[in-house]
């Protein structure tokens, strides 16, 4: 079934309730695509989460609606010029298999006639995600180690060549933020136990040398994101920051940040 209007619009303070309700309605469900349990994201049941959310200037946050009823949610972020996110994308359970994915991403293209890359990311268990988004040109380019599970990461590329977003490593320069950069994890060193300056704890550190055709960098990896990274693997450095120390780079993965090991 095809015929429902669909519409894209931003939304408002007063929709989180429904929005939150429909996110909760849509993830519960994933529980028969291959979900362990009932269960979403974070804050995908919560009404101040989404509020804030819609509030947040750095996200563009849309109700999906489906002949002017909210029938779903796409949250918008983007790590650089033309170098958008698909944070988050739901369909309410009674509004699904009516083609209203499809449609509202066809209208998502049309919001952001400039961009040249969208990325998203979704669990390599779930059985109903990822075959909708090769559907529509999503190509999968590598995996993600957040959580208990790996995830699937997919890129639609819209123009050819290096997005305006992404920098090769030998350009990439001292006090540089939001770095996107790919390379090769060539020498990862072993993890090192260190105090924080600013509260004490104890944390565990390593470096890894991360090298292109252009150059190389030093990649400074912190706790979780240590595991993620492995010699002789290629990855992409999502929200990475720059700095120099004793004269020489260092990267390092911003809170936001994202690993991705590269297929």
């Not at 949610?73 to 209203?100: A, N, S």
Request: net charge negative; hydrophobic share 30%.
């Amino acid at each position: 079934m095809t015929g429902n209007s669909v519409e894209l619009e931003r939304a408002e303070a007063e929709d989180a309730k429904a929005l939150t309700d429909s996110c909760k309605r849509a993830f519960d469900s994933d529980s028969e695509y291959g979900s362990p349990g009932p269960g979403g994201p974070p804050g995908y049941d919560s009404v101040e989460w989404n509020a804030d959310k819609i509030r947040n200037r750095y996200l563009d946050y849309y109700k999906i609606l489906s002949d002017g009823e909210i029938a779903g949610g796409f949250i918008v972020g983007d790590r650089g010029p033309d170098y958008h996110v698909c944070e988050r994308i739901w369909i309410d359970t009674d509004q699904m298999r009516k083609g209203l994915g499809t449609r509202t991403f066809d209208l998502v293209w049309q919001r952001y006639p400039s961009a040249d890359v969208w990325v998203l990311g979704t669990p390599e268990w779930n059985t109903r995600t990822n075959p909708f988004y090769q559907s529509i040109g999503f190509v999968q380019i590598g995996k993600t180690h957040e959580y208990s599970w790996d995830g699937i990461y997919y890129e639609k590329r819209i123009s050819s060549g290096l997005p305006k977003a992404m920098s090769s490593i030998g350009d990439i320069r001292d006090g540089q933020q939001r770095v996107i950069a790919e390379g090769r994890v060539e020498e990862v060193t072993p993890t090192r136990a260190v105090s924080s300056r600013k509260t004490g704890e104890q944390l565990r550190v390593a470096d890894a040398i991360l090298s292109d055709e252009t150059g190389s960098i030093q990649l400074v990896l912190w706790n979780e994101q240590i595991r993620q990274v492995k010699d002789g693997t290629s990855i992409r450095v999502e929200e990475g920051y720059v700095k120099s120390y004793r004269d020489e780079l260092q990267m390092s993965v911003g809170k936001w940040g994202l690993i991705i090991t590269l297929l």
